[in-house]
C-alpha cells in the first residue's frame, strides 16, 4: 500500500533464507527446541529491520516510550524462563511460570492508557450484549 512492495520482497526472501540457515544449524544440535528457537530469532530479526525501514522511510516510529516497560518486562521474562528451563526441579518451573504470568497481568492492568480503555470498553460492551445461549 506504500509502493514499498520490493522491500517487503526483500524482507521475506531475506527471513526464509535466515530461517533455513539457522534450523539447518539449530535443529541438529537441539532437536525441536532449535527449530522453534531458529523461528523465534527469525521473527524478532524481522521485525527490528522492519520496524528501522519504517523509521528511514517515513520517519515515525508505531510505538511510544510507553511500550519501553513492556519490552523490559519481555526481556525479563525470556531469562527467567530459560533459567527456570535449566532447573529440573518442577516447583521452581512453576513458580516462575506462576509470577511471569502474574507480574504481566499486573503491568497490563496497572498500566492502561486512554487507548487501551477504549477498546476495553468496546470488547466488554460486545460480549454483554452477546447471548451465549441460543
Request: aromatic share 14%; net charge positive.
Amino acid at each position: 500500500m506504500s509502493s514499498h512492495q520490493n522491500i517487503e520482497l526483500v524482507n521475506s526472501f531475506t527471513m526464509v533464507a535466515l530461517n533455513i540457515i539457522l534450523n539447518m544449524l539449530l535443529i541438529p544440535l537441539l532437536g525441536a527446541s532449535g527449530a522453534a528457537f531458529a523461528f523465534f530469532v527469525t521473527i524478532i530479526t524481522i521485525s527490528i529491520v522492519r520496524t528501522v525501514e519504517l523509521k528511514i522511510i517515513f520517519g515515525f516510529l508505531p510505538f511510544t516510550p510507553r511500550y519501553i516497560k513492556f519490552l523490559i518486562y519481555i526481556i525479563f521474562a525470556v531469562i527467567a524462563g530459560i533459567l527456570a528451563l535449566a532447573i529440573l526441579n518442577l516447583i521452581i518451573k512453576l513458580t516462575v511460570t506462576f509470577f511471569i504470568l502474574l507480574s504481566f497481568m499486573l503491568l497490563v492492568f496497572k498500566f492502561r492508557s486512554e487507548e487501551d480503555m477504549i477498546v476495553w470498553n468496546s470488547v466488554k460492551s460486545k460480549v454483554a450484549g452477546y447471548s451465549f445461549i441460543n
